[in-house]
């Protein structure tokens, strides 16, 4: 086993790269980093929203009264690129209905309403997959799929589907993004000072299911502590050979996934494309942890670290939270407001969304909820007119023309700003940070993306609909044509006889159907001549 000075000096000797652009934000991480994961106490009310994923949100599988038990699966995934959702404790389903929920939209999803008893009584768990480098690595995914577990990170992309990359994709390099780049967030931080064992056990895991050449975990270098603490634990394991803890410089935002490629590969993605088309699979740390549950535990994704900071928050610290915990809930346990925020953030100041609705739950998704007080983030004032200086695209790291995708989306020529590879822009907020005329880019940018998801959407169904309609046309002009068919079918069946004239039947004499409807015709010529007969005579009667 390489000693801790070796690995050290192995990690320095790699080389880095630089992405464009970039900013230098105060990273205020301080606020909340210095104390111990503390685990907020269970509340009385779990809010378990169906869709706190990418992809189709789950379907219930309990109803209003079921009694549930912590880990218990109560949302089946709908379809492959979704994921399900267990109960965070045990207790009773008190209602499934729309509830207002943490999404940029502000809107209500639906979720299940659950009030806990107390008793936090587990459910029977999967049995532990400790010999999994002997299974298949479907029988694997699909224990991760089992619990749930989405990216970590943010994006909650399903990970059992960005751990099927394809047989036509071989990934030789599986990055563990501990970067952490947003300002004020710090549970990243703390879990890799306190579990960074559990961090590269999923590490071994994945890179098993990947069959991935090798790792690279990347940590921006204002966290020593996290760098030493992960280094020490590779060099407590066998890892070594294979996997790097790699320091990479401050910079935001080195933490995007393709700016963190770039950073410690070299490698470029695509436009449009993923890391698997050029062989490389990114996860967060947080993912890796919650892989390493499942599969060495049988554990679902039940609970998640969430920051809670800012200088409005009297106590910031870093919590584990059960999925469903209202916001309020972590807010009262780190003391409450020090003073009223001026805003209350979903997320970081460059990447996160006011919070309008304090009872909203905790996802998957969420990392961290900052309540800022106005000297932390002053009134800009009103957007003024832009000045053409080119700061956006200067500090932009995905290499875009920000000043042009703000005109086409302002204008709503939807067309040309995909010209301009609007989708390529990954919402970091740099460009709206340096803009001297204060304009809310971004906020055009997302304007503009939900507008065209929109009409794609739009779009499709309608291409549905005219397919449907067509192939309901199909049907029914098919059965007229085959009604016909049989029609005509009969007809001939009918006049071919006649035709022929009367066709001698078996035993010599006549046709049996011509005789029928010959003796018919007599039997009603019979009857005419009766009632004639009868009314001549009762003309001829004498009147009284």
Same mark, same amino acid.
């Given at each position: 086993?390489? $000693?801790?000075?070796?690995?050290l000096?192995? &990690?320095?000797?790699?080389p880095l790269?630089t992405?464009?652009g970039? *900013? ?34 789950a379907?219930?599988?309990v109803?209003?009264?079921d009694?549930?038990?912590?880990g218990?699966l ?12 267990? &109960? ?6 008190? !209602? ?6 943490a999404?940029?939209?502000n809107?209500?999803a ?10 936090d009584?587990w459910?029977k768990?999967p049995?532990?997959?400790t ?6 690595? !479907?029988e694997?995914?699909?224990?991760i799929?089992?619990a ?13 589907v960005?751990? $099927?990359?394809?047989a036509?994709?071989r990934?030789r390099?599986? /990055?563990?993004?501990g970067?952490?780049?947003e @300002?004020y ?8 000072r ?13 890179r098993?299911l990947l069959? #991935?050449?090798?790792? /690279? ?5 204002n ?33 995007g996934?393709?700016?963190? *490629? ?8 695509p ?11 990114c996860?967060?740390?947080?993912t890796a ?22 200088? #409005?928050?009297?106590? @910031?610290r870093n +919590? ?6 209202p916001?309020?809930a972590?807010i009262n346990?780190?003391?409450g407001y020090?003073?009223?925020p ?6 970081g100041p460059?990447?996160?969304?006011t919070?309008?609705?304090?009872? !909203? ?15 932390e983030?002053?009134d @800009? ?6 000045i053409r200086?080119g ?5 932009c790291p !995905?290499? +875009?023309l920000?000043?042009q ?25 740099c ?7 204060? /304009? ?5 940018y997302r304007?503009?993306?939900?507008? *065209? ?11 549905? &609909? ?19 068919a049989?029609?005509?079918q009969?007809?001939?069946a ?16 006549a ?6 409807i010959?003796?018919a ?8 001549q &009766? ?11 004498p009147?009284?």
């Amino acid at each position: 086993m390489p $000693s801790l000075p070796l690995a050290l000096a192995r &990690a320095q000797d790699e080389p880095l790269w630089t992405f464009h652009g970039g *900013i230098h934000v105060p990273d205020e991480k301080a606020l909340s980093n210095a104390e111990p994961i503390e685990p907020l106490p269970l509340p009385a009310r779990l809010v378990i929203p169906l869709q706190q994923h990418i992809g189709a949100p789950a379907r219930p599988l309990v109803a209003v009264g079921d009694r549930v038990l912590k880990g218990q699966l109560i949302g089946a995934p709908e379809g492959y690129v979704s994921a399900p959702v267990h &109960a965070s404790s045990s207790g009773r389903v008190a !209602a499934i209905e729309e509830h207002p929920v943490a999404h940029p939209s502000n809107l209500s999803a639906p979720c299940i309403i659950i009030e806990t008893d107390g008793e936090d009584t587990w459910a029977k768990l999967p049995e532990p997959l400790t010999h999994y480098a002997q299974l298949d690595p !479907a029988e694997l995914r699909e224990r991760i799929r089992w619990a749930g577990i989405v990216g970590m990170g943010g994006a909650s992309f399903p990970a059992s589907v960005k751990l $099927s990359p394809g047989a036509d994709q071989r990934i030789r390099t599986l /990055i563990i993004n501990g970067a952490e780049c947003e @300002p004020y967030i710090s549970c990243d931080d703390r879990l890799m000072r306190e579990r960074a064992g559990r961090i590269l056990e999923g590490v071994r895991i994945m890179r098993h299911l990947l069959g #991935a050449e090798r790792a /690279i975990v990347g940590i921006e270098d204002n966290k020593p502590e996290a760098i030493e603490a992960m280094r020490l634990a590779l060099a407590d394991s066998d890892m070594d050979p294979w996997t790097r803890i790699q320091a990479i410089p401050t910079l935001y935002p080195s933490g995007g996934e393709k700016q963190l *490629i770039r950073i410690l590969t070299g490698a470029e993605v695509p436009t449009r494309g993923i890391p698997a088309q050029i062989g490389i699979v990114c996860h967060n740390v947080g993912t890796a942890a919650a892989v390493a549950d499942a599969v060495l535990d049988g554990r679902p994704l039940i609970a998640r670290l969430v920051t809670v900071t800012g200088r #409005a928050i009297a106590h @910031p610290r870093n +919590l584990e939270v059960p999925i469903g915990t209202p916001a309020e809930a972590l807010i009262n346990h780190c003391g409450g407001y020090r003073e009223p925020p001026r805003k209350l953030l979903c997320g970081g100041p460059m990447m996160g969304f006011t919070l309008e609705h304090i009872e !909203a739950p905790i996802t998957k998704a969420l990392n961290c909820l900052l309540a800022l007080t106005p000297a932390e983030t002053p009134d @800009p004032g009103a957007a003024r007119a832009c000045i053409r200086c080119g700061r956006c695209a200067d500090v932009c790291p !995905a290499n +875009l023309l920000p000043q042009q995708l703000y005109w086409y989306s302002r204008s709503r020529d939807f067309d040309r700003v995909q010209d301009y590879n609007l989708f390529d822009c990954i919402e970091c907020g740099c460009c709206a940070q340096v803009c001297p005329s204060h /304009i809310p880019l971004v906020q055009y940018y997302r304007f503009a993306k939900q507008t *065209i998801w929109a009409r794609e959407r739009e779009k499709r169904q309608s291409e549905l &609909a005219r397919q449907r309609h067509a192939a309901k046309q199909e049907r029914l002009e098919r059965a007229e044509r085959e009604r016909q068919a049989r029609l005509r079918q009969k007809q001939a069946a009918v006049a071919k006889p006649a035709a022929n004239g009367a066709a001698p039947d078996a035993a010599g004499g006549a046709d049996p159907r011509q005789a029928a409807i010959a003796a018919a015709r007599e039997r009603a010529a019979a009857r005419k001549q &009766a009632q004639a007969t009868t009314t001549a005579t009762a003309e001829e009667a004498p009147k009284e």
